[in-house]
């Protein structure tokens, strides 16, 4: 098979991110978006762009697809658990919420901001707040109110 110079750059991009992904223990989630804007890129080797606009592009799309299965699976364990009552353990399928959080951390993993805002803006994804970030961080309640300011900032500044 073929490829283009572009396709070849944006797979070269992929396989570090997967490579990266890997070695920092990432979440299934990320792996599985990543090995999935893989597949979409094979599927067009003949295509032409910028490599960066097109990873983007793949990943927005992976993404894209992976919720829409995650909802799926979702509307599936309900309606078994509504025909088959104590199918599934209490709590077994987890809100939207919950993997809208694991993409919000992979962009923040993903970003150029500092460790010191990537850990607040985790921290504050985990609907904790001020008082834990404080007492997890061995800091004062202002500071901690200063951090968790500061890291919003940054990263409205940045996305």
């Known amino acids: 098979m073929k490829m283009s110079p572009s396709v070849v750059e944006a797979y070269v991009i992929l396989m570090e991110m997967l490579t990266q992904a890997t070695k920092q223990g990432s979440s299934c989630y990320r792996i599985d978006r990543i090995e999935q804007a893989m597949d979409y890129l094979l ?36 309606m078994a658990e509504d025909s088959m009552p104590g199918i599934f353990l209490q709590g077994a399928v987890t809100h939207e919420f919950e993997y809208l959080r694991i993409e919000f951390e992979d962009i923040v993993s993903r970003s150029d901001l500092r460790e010191k805002m990537k850990f607040v803006l985790r921290h504050l994804s985990s609907e904790s707040g001020a008082n834990e970030l404080a007492e997890k961080s061995n800091i004062s309640l202002g500071t901690a109110r200063k951090n968790i300011s500061n890291a919003r900032k940054c990263f409205k500044s940045d996305y």
Request: zero cysteines.
């Open 43 to 78: 599927n067009k080797p003949d295509k032409v762009g910028d490599p960066q606009i097109m990873v983007r592009n793949l990943m927005g799309g992976a993404g894209t697809k992976l919720r829409s299965r995650i909802k799926a699976t979702e509307k599936i364990a309900r």
